[in-house]
């Protein structure tokens, strides 16, 4: 099931990330994989860019980039088809699904999809 919230605070040593809102052709010099379903995307492909960051854990780390910083990871890469349908979820939400992870995203719309299909079967059986 789909659950989407924002009513968590991410704790020391979790990974979030961010994402601009369009595919743009992979911009690297060697191919990489679909952090979702694995397909090989080459540079030039249609890609969806997701750039990930780690909330300090340790002193050290809160030391070097302060309490409220963030500490800048590899970015991860979605094909053209796991992308658009990452961006159509997050459009259809509202960005509301801060808990929802990336690597889940063709699951992720079977579900959404799964959940408006049962939502329009009650509203015809209360009518």
Known sequence: MLICSCDFDMEPGDIGWEYAPYLRPLARARA???????????PGDDALTLHRFKIPETEIEVKIHGEDGAIGRAPHHLCDQCGTLLLGLMRKLGDRCCGFH??????????????????????????
Do not use: K, N, V
Not at 107 to 122: F, G, M, N, S
């Open 32 to 42: 990489t994989r679909c952090a979702d379903c694995g397909d090989r995307i080459t």
């Open 102 to 127: 990336y690597t889940q995203t063709r699951a992720a719309t079977e579900d959404y999809h799964h959940q408006l299909r049962a939502e329009t079967a009650r509203g015809r059986e209360a009518a």
